[in-house]
Nanobody
Framework: QVQLEESGGGLVQAGESLRLSCAAS????????MAWYRQAPGKQHELVAR???????DYADSVKGRFTISRDNAKNTAYLQMNSLKPEDTAVYYC???????????????WGQGTQVTVSS
């Protein structure tokens, strides 16, 4: 069973930056499509960004130009660099493994604890 551990969240002011990390274990990380989701209070999980095994990336319209997803296969870690944060980015952020790099590819790992990101105005 793949294990994922998110970290790096926190409380920041609007306009500031955070970098989230997702450490993977019990998996061949380099062969996995990785993604970041977020869940704001009272809302469903929302796909934020995904990265293919070859490094292709895709983003939700709401974060394009501000967020960058990346991966370091040597460290079995995926990252989400978040710049120019806005109050509406406030949510719990989760990483997961996708079934593939295609539209509406489902997560294949149960949600973990995630990491809380809170952006104050």
């Amino acid at each position: 069973q793949v294990q994922l551990e998110e970290s790096g969240g926190g409380l920041v002011q609007a306009g500031e930056s955070l970098r989230l990390s997702c450490a993977a274990s019990r998996t061949t990380f380099s062969s996995k499509v990785m993604a970041w989701y977020r869940q704001a209070p009272g809302k469903q999980h929302e796909l934020v960004a995904r990265i293919s095994i070859h490094g292709s990336t895709d983003y939700a319209d709401s974060v394009k130009g501000r967020f960058t997803i990346s991966r370091d296969n040597a460290k079995n870690t995926a990252y989400l660099q978040m710049n120019s944060l806005k109050p509406e980015d406030t949510a719990v952020y989760y990483c997961t493994v996708l079934r593939g790099y295609y539209k509406n590819a489902p997560p294949t790992v149960n949600w973990g604890q995630g990491t809380q990101v809170t952006v104050s105005s």
